[in-house]
């Protein structure tokens, strides 16, 4: 199993920044990719990011592309979102995930086998 802490939420204001991590531990030789999905109050979880473990390929939702960056740093088997210009619309729970399927897009809950607890991210107008 894969154990996957996220940390990095709180509260900002229209247009700020906030830097999301999740650590994972455990068997973290068996996934081949982490992403960033999020859910809103009264709506369904949604993808945001994701990035590939050996190569660093990355994949964003229309909503987040040239806000958002994703990175990751294998040696801490860590991955960050870097988010800025947040928007209202960006609050959300945001949750972490591994995933080991191939082939896969990265963007469906389905190609994901852990999740994160989440952390919840705020943003005022």
């Known amino acids: 199993q894969v154990q996957l802490v996220e940390s990095g939420g709180g509260l900002v204001q229209a247009g700020g920044s906030l830097r999301l991590s999740c650590a994972a531990s455990g068997r973290t030789f068996s996934y081949y990719y982490m992403g960033w999905f999020r859910q809103a109050p009264g709506k369904e979880r949604e993808f945001v990011s994701t990035?590939?473990?050996?190569?660093?390929?990355?994949y964003y939702a229309d909503s987040v592309k040239g806000r958002f960056t994703i990175s990751r740093d294998n040696a801490k088997s860590t991955v960050y979102l870097q988010m800025n210009s947040l928007e209202p619309e960006d609050t959300a729970l945001y949750y972490c995930a591994t995933g080991s399927r191939v082939p896969a897009t990265m963007k469906r809950e389905s190609d994901y086998d852990y999740w994160g607890q989440g952390t919840q991210v705020t943003v005022t107008s």
């Open positions: 990035i590939t473990k050996s190569t660093g390929v990355t």
